[in-house]
């Protein structure tokens, strides 16, 4: 696993999902990072309006977007700015249910920041990876910090999808950690697990970022009032969406403070050293009536019976440096 280069992002736009967005986009600023496309998923809130954030967002942190109309492959390339399409809208084979109570009526803190100048492109999520995929084979890393229904259709459309991508890297799973939104399962695996199933079960390299290793790596009070310290626009509205978020988290975590889940995964798809890692055959348990969308390891100390390719699942990180690194992100914009 060696440092992303071009990103293709999946996800729920979403208070920790837009924070990620700030990261990714400093890195785009300054040259790190290509951002390919941003593809939005059912899950923290339904996918126009995790679009919308999405293009809210990017805009505060003066990424170009791009515009329906304007998806030639080469156009893309030339600078016509990043294409954010609209997802799947529910999953593959249950109830939609969205995370209102953790991200607001509005995804982003009931903050009901004002319409984006850009709109999504026309093609929908799921079909934009397929096209850039097989536009650019072996380049992508898709980052997923969302319900993996868009990766799972990509995956039926495209059987050789596998084959084209450069590595996956998904935030979810729950494996020596309580669930946060079923006893036993994380939110993003539970909210489609046929699709979570179709990814851990295809043969492409996994990174899975679960929340073993997004919980020890909370930011607290002090973090937090370095971030509020700060006036650029980007900070004051990351300070503003963290707020609501905060509230929602500090009773879980005894004490004010917050996980920001898909920060980790995209940063560890962006340094992979910052990371600890075991490697091991994941499965989504689909039929359990109270464990329905754990993902599931077999951690015996036999030789592995099952014949899936590994994952590389996250065990833990670097803390101090994931800490330091997202805050100087944000304070960049
Ligand atoms: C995941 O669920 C969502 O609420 C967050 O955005 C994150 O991707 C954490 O379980
Ligand atoms: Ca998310």
Redesign the pocket.
């Known amino acids: 696993m060696t440092r992303a280069r071009t990103i293709l992002y999946d ?2 736009t ?4 837009a924070i990620t967005l700030l990261y990714l986009a400093s890195l785009v600023r300054v040259g790190e990072l290509e951002l390919a496309g941003v593809g939005t998923v059912h ?2 809130i339904d996918p126009l309006t995790g679009a919308l954030n999405t293009l809210r967002v990017l805009e505060l942190a003066g990424i170009k977007t791009g515009r329906q109309g304007e998806l030639a492959e080469q156009g893309e390339r030339d600078g016509q700015g990043v294409p954010v399409a609209v997802g799947a809208a529910r999953p593959m084979a249950q109830d939609v249910h969205y ?1 209102l109570d ?2 607001g009526r509005d995804g982003l803190g009931d903050t009901h920041l004002p319409e984006p100048a850009g709109r999504p492109v026309a093609e929908p999520a799921a079909a934009q990876i397929v096209r850039l995929a097989r536009a650019r084979p072996g380049e992508l890393t898709l980052l997923a ?2 319900p993996l229904s868009n990766l799972g259709l990509a995956l039926l459309l495209d059987p050789e999808l596998p084959s084209l991508v450069r590595e996956v890297v998904v ?2 799973g729950a494996f020596d950690h309580p669930g ?2 079923t006893t036993h399962a ?3 695996i539970w ?1 489609d697990p046929e699709a979570a199933d179709l990814v851990f079960a295809a043969d492409w390299p996994v990174v899975l970022v679960p ?1 073993d290793a ?1 919980h020890p790596a909370a930011v607290h009070d002090d973090w937090l009032d370095r971030l509020a310290a700060h006036d650029a626009a980007a900070a004051r509205f990351a300070a503003r969406i963290l707020e609501f978020y905060v509230d929602a988290y500090t009773p879980t975590l005894r004490r004010r403070g917050a ?1 920001i ?2 920060a980790l ?1 995209a940063m560890l798809a962006v340094d992979p050293d910052l990371g600890e890692y075991t490697q091991r055959a994941v499965r989504v348990e689909l039929r359990g009536e109270l464990t329905r969308g754990t993902t599931v390891w077999d951690a015996r100390s036999l030789p592995a019976e099952d014949t899936r390719r590994p994952v590389r699942v996250a065990v833990g990180s670097d803390v101090p440096a994931f800490r330091e690194r997202l805050l100087a992100a944000v304070l960049s914009l």
């Open positions: 996800c729920d979403g208070i920790d999902d899950g923290n995370a953790w991200h910090t969302g935030m979810g946060n939104i994380e939110a993003n909210h929340l997004t996980v889940h898909d995964a």
